[in-house]
């Protein structure tokens, strides 16, 4: 299995960037999907999730009305729209695939490489 995420890069607050996540090696539309971030010296943490069926979403309080989480299961994508962009957003971004009885107990087995964000004040 692999999860190939992209799209990150330095941009001035106020920007816009879109993350993408290709996924291989699995069945895709079977997994619940999350983008997460880890800053320096800050716990991981989980931003936005969807599921792999029927679109529910969740969104990290800090990130309401700035991201968007999608997902293309025909191309076994998943992709993070991030808007208004503050400094604070600065982290490693993951993609990570995952199975659960809900999006708030979903165990992500298969974690992408990370890319970096970093947002300039």
């Known amino acids: 299995v692999q999860l190939q995420a992209s799209g990150g890069g330095l941009v001035q607050a106020g920007g816009s960037l879109r993350l993408s996540c290709a996924a291989s090696?699995?069945?895709?539309?079977?997994?619940?999907m999350g983008w997460f971030r880890q800053a320096p010296r800050k716990e991981r943490e989980l931003v936005a999730a969807i599921r792999w069926i029927g679109g529910r979403t969740y969104y990290l309080d800090s990130v309401k009305g700035r991201f968007t989480i999608s997902r293309d299961n025909a191309k076994n994508t998943a992709n993070l729209q991030m808007n208004s962009l503050k400094p604070e957003d600065t982290a490693v971004y993951y993609c990570?695939?995952?199975?659960?009885?809900?999006?708030?107990?979903?165990?992500?087995?298969?974690w992408g490489q990370g890319t970096q964000v970093t947002v300039s004040s």
């Open positions: 090696g699995l069945t895709f539309s079977n997994y619940d």
């Open positions: 990570a695939a995952g199975r659960g009885v809900s999006l708030s107990r979903v165990e992500y087995d298969y």
